[in-house]
């Protein structure tokens, strides 16, 4: 399982579309995407004060783009997803608290 963090408001805009699209796929290139072990750090250094966020668990053997596990800043190794986010493949949608 992997998981991507976003606002609820921006999941609800695309409650619609067979495709979730992050605003990192346009001045990015990808969707960010975490492993487990990441979410909690992930959320501690981008998340901070920002409400009503959601956690998408994700299953990436249903992905139909291209997964790729790339060095970060922090040496750490995260999961990049090269094109949108087939909803099929969100097997969890969690509130974060």
Request: cysteine-free.
């Amino acid at each position: 399982m992997i998981f991507h963090i976003t606002t609820r408001a921006d999941w609800q805009k695309q409650a619609n579309e067979a495709d979730y699209e992050a605003d990192s796929l346009a001045t990015e290139g990808f969707i960010h995407l975490s492993t487990e072990a990441q979410v909690a750090g992930v959320l501690e250094r981008y998340y901070q004060g920002i409400p009503d966020l959601l956690l998408l668990h994700i299953d990436p053997n249903k992905l139909t783009h291209d997964l790729r596990y790339e060095r970060a800043t922090n040496n750490e190794h995260f999961p990049h997803l090269y094109g949108t986010l087939n909803k099929d493949a969100v097997v969890k949608v969690e509130d974060i608290r």
